[in-house]
């Protein structure tokens, strides 16, 4: 167990949910987003150099809560497509030896395909518009939910109950501006 590349982990992981969850519980306060982008640019660099060190940080070498918060890190990090299309094809890797969650890399290989404006497999991105949540567009749509089972994904409309909820500060913000 590498101890120290958990903690480490854990430490930006916990920076990271901090002021993405500021943010989203104080969507006005302009201060908020400066941050977020200031704290993603720390994490990119961390990231790099946990990706060039030891590829995907497997569940064997920090745990399998780590090695999803890992991802979360990946996940964030929008503004460099490059960083995350490395991280997955070690993530992919991971996977293939059951190192690493499934759900992870569906969630990883929708939003790079989002980001490259092409359709995604598991249906994992969604965006709000008008005051509602919508999927972002999906490949073979009628085998969406055969996919998702088989990589350990909830149904589409657990999904958007459960993103509902977590983005109901937002959703009502954006109704009441109608």
Known sequence: MNKQLKSDISKYVTQDQYIRNLSLKFPKIKELCSEVIIQDAV????????????????????GEKTSHNFWLLVQH??????????????????????????????YLKDRILV????????????????????????KDIKNLEKRRKGVGLTMVNKQQEQLKKEYKNILKKVIKKK
């Open 43 to 62: 994490t990119r660099k961390f990231v790099k150099k946990v990706l060039n060190k030891h590829k995907w940080p497997t569940i064997s070498s920090i």
């Open 77 to 106: 990090m929008d503004k460099d497509i490059v960083l995350q299309k490395k991280a997955l094809r070690f993530l992919e890797e991971a996977v293939d030896k059951n190192e690493a969650n499934p759900k992870d890399h569906a």
């Open 115 to 138: 980001a490259e404006n092409k359709k995604q497999l598991y249906g994992t991105q969604w965006k709000i518009e008008n005051g509602e949540l919508f999927m972002f567009s999906v």
